[in-house]
């Protein structure tokens, strides 16, 4: 689930000249026919010195005047999807008509495939036409708008932003038409539309407009409007109360016919599929819920770097497993850290340089690396001071573009801290830092520790917890320098001492300590792949699967062949097991037999040898069932499958070895 992105728009969209202190209006009146796939658009434009349009290479200008005066619209030529349009002259208000037939809906899109730029797509099972599609022209800055929506009976459908009028179609030729307004300035429109039921719940605000609570669902899951409005309603009031006041007067749950999990401006857009799973609204929905704040309420500055996912992981998707309890945050960070050290040589990137994410890549630094940052920082200068940052970084940025350096401003002046290395470090290094204990020994009543770390060193808050008889003890050292001897002072010797182990500083953790995750073949440069058995039909299967699952394109290899690479079994359940013993692997784990009719997993190994995964199943349509949901469970070590569902997961148990206090 995340923000939509949008940060290659300014790139893919542009229109010349037209940089301006007040924002551009666009007034759009749209016709959309999802049956045909006909759009027909009226459109004016307010802005300085229009002189070029950009739409999508399927749609074409029909009609234009610049200033009240007709023009020539002379199309050029078509560029990764996009045709610029060259007016005859520029002007400052422009009115112009165009109209398309659009791509059908792509119902084999992947949730990969839906995070990349998409066409605008129409279908009666539903239409989608993403802010960075070109379906309307972008005006090459932040601008508000206004959008005439009409529709088929049987159809409704929506655009970020307050509703300001609607009919219901009834009967046939009727249409159904809602007008939209979005009055702060944003910086795209995303419309979506299907044969939705529409539920609505109205909510009185203290010093503000009522809120209007919408669910766009499909007659197969209306009925779980009432408990989406009641969370909805419930993730507002939270934000409300520990940022600053919802900054809109709507906001709707929109179900989508793809894989989508997107928040934008009013609504989230998510898969009709992920929206009936019962604990969605425990997670994901607060999460699209608070890029109403972070993301849609104060924009992202991508030229630094993207804040916003970082920070609503943080404030969401962390802060629930906090509250639930200290082993599920742990559980997280866990998570975060196992998802960085499954990176492949030269995958990581600074968080300056994440804009959004289109592979598991980029979630590992920008979602993950951004949480634990924020993590680090509330623990560097406390739960008070940095509450207050936050409240203080949305009163100054609201509905304005902002970068991590208006972050660490609003932080520093609440902390009283300089936070200039602490930003720099995290948010511009590639690497992680890898802190241990040399040598720990009782000098007098206390502990003398000898830390070191690679060069070049960070300046880290390394925490320690010492174990001995009179229970457990934590202290936070500074380490700033490659090698250091600290002196803890101590009520009692301890018996041994444990370096960061409730895992609250982001670091390279001892491959010794880490289980091997399905990450590491999914994000692999070079994975290769062995398909066992003479089943054309499964071996096809199989193939079809690696394709899911892999990001980059796999190696077919036999089970001979030699090779360091992440190797990928697959097959049916006998010629696995036969294959595993003819390499002398250890055989199908034991709480694996008999689970589902497919079973995943990956094999422990010593380091240095070739890392192995496996994929058994009872027969060819277990393996095809496998394509949707396995992409998404990277983060375990072994999975059990029944049809689509997955019955058992986990990961390998390792557990890390305390050093020794020497007497």
């Not at 609003?410 to 290395?421: K, P, Q, V």
């Not at 058995?533 to 193939?543: C, E, I, K, Y």
């Not at 994929?615 to 060819?620: C, E, F, K, L």
Request: proline share 8%.
């Amino acid at each position: 689930m995340s923000l939509h992105p949008r940060a290659a728009l300014a790139a893919a969209l542009l229109i010349a000249g037209c940089a301006s202190a007040a924002p551009p209006q666009l007034e759009l009146d749209v016709a959309l026919d999802p049956g045909t796939r006909r759009l027909r658009v009226e459109a004016t434009l307010h802005a300085e010195r229009i002189s070029t349009l950009t739409l999508h290479e399927g749609l074409e200008i029909t009609a234009a005047t610049v200033d009240g005066e007709p023009v020539v619209a002379q199309a050029g030529p078509s560029k990764q999807g996009v045709r610029s349009w060259h007016l005859a002259r520029a002007g400052r208000r422009l009115q112009f008509a165009y109209e398309g037939r659009l791509a059908p809906l792509d119902r084999r899109a992947d949730h990969r495939r839906v995070l990349r730029r998409l066409p605008p797509m129409a279908a009666p099972e539903g239409s989608f036409m993403s802010a960075g599609s070109a379906w309307y022209p972008w005006p090459g800055a932040l601008f508000t708008y206004r959008v005439r929506l009409s529709l088929p009976a049987g159809q409704r459908g929506l655009v970020a932003g307050d509703l300001v009028e609607e009919t219901h179609a009834v009967g046939a030729g009727a249409k159904s038409v809602a007008t939209f307004e979005m009055r702060a300035p944003t910086d795209g429109i995303d419309l979506m539309a299907g044969p939705y039921t529409v539920s609505e719940r109205v909510v009185e605000r203290a010093a503000a407009p009522p809120l209007r609570l919408r669910t766009y669902f499909t007659p197969a899951i209306a009925s779980l409007a009432d408990d989406y409005l009641d969370d909805s309603a419930r993730y507002i009031e939270r934000y409300s109360k520990s940022i600053g006041a919802y900054p809109f007067a709507s906001f709707s749950v929109v179900s989508s016919p793809l894989p989508t999990g997107f928040g934008m401006p009013t609504l989230t857009y998510i898969g009709e599929t992920v929206l009936r799973l019962p604990f969605i609204r425990a997670t994901s929905l607060g999460h699209e819920v608070l890029h109403n704040w972070w993301g849609n309420g104060v924009y992202v500055d991508y030229s630094g770097g993207n804040w916003a996912e970082g920070l609503t992981t943080f404030m969401a998707d962390y802060a629930f497993k906090d509250e639930a309890s200290a082993e599920a945050a742990r559980e997280m960070r866990l998570g975060w850290l196992r998802d960085f050290a499954a990176l492949p040589p030269g995958a990581a990137q600074p968080l300056t340089a994440f804009r959004s994410r289109a592979h598991g890549a980029d979630a590992a630094t920008g979602y993950g690396k951004a949480a634990m940052l924020f993590v680090m920082l509330r623990d560097l200068i406390g739960a008070t001071a940095f509450d207050a940052g936050l409240r203080a970084f949305w009163r100054e940025h609201r509905f304005r573009t902002a970068s991590w350096g208006n972050l660490r401003t609003a932080f520093e002046s609440t902390s009283g801290h300089d936070l200039s290395r602490f930003f720099v470090q995290w948010l511009e290094r590639v690497d992680a830092p890898a802190p241990r204990i040399v040598e720990a020994r009782i000098v007098g009543s206390g502990v003398a520790l000898t830390l070191e770390q690679t060069e070049p060193p960070y300046a880290l808050r390394v925490p320690l917890l010492f174990d001995g008889p009179a229970g457990p003890k934590t202290h936070a050292v500074d380490l700033t320098r490659t090698r250091e001897t600290v002196r803890v002072a101590l009520d009692a010797p301890p018996d041994s001492v444990r370096l960061d182990p409730e895992l609250r500083l982001w670091r390279s953790l001892d491959p010794r300590t880490l289980p091997p995750i399905l990450r590491q073949w999914m994000l692999a440069r070079a994975p290769r792949l062995a398909l066992v058995g003479d089943d054309d039909a499964v071996r096809a299967a199989a193939q079809r699967l690696a394709q899911r699952v892999f990001e980059s394109p796999a190696r077919r290899v036999e089970l001979a062949d030699g090779g360091d690479a992440p190797l990928m079994i697959i097959g049916l359940h006998a010629d696995v097991d036969s294959a595993l013993a003819g390499l002398g692997l250890p055989p199908r784990p034991p709480r694996l037999h008999g689970a589902g009719s497919a079973q995943v997993w990956t094999v422990a190994r010593e380091p240095g040898e070739t890392p192995v995964a496996v994929i058994s199943a009872g027969d060819v349509e277990s393996i095809a069932a496998l394509e949707r949901p396995l992409p998404h469970y990277g983060a375990q070590s072994f999975l059990a499958f029944e049809g689509r569902r997955a019955v058992l997961r986990g990961v390998w148990a390792v557990q890390a070895t305390p050093v020794s206090v020497a007497r």
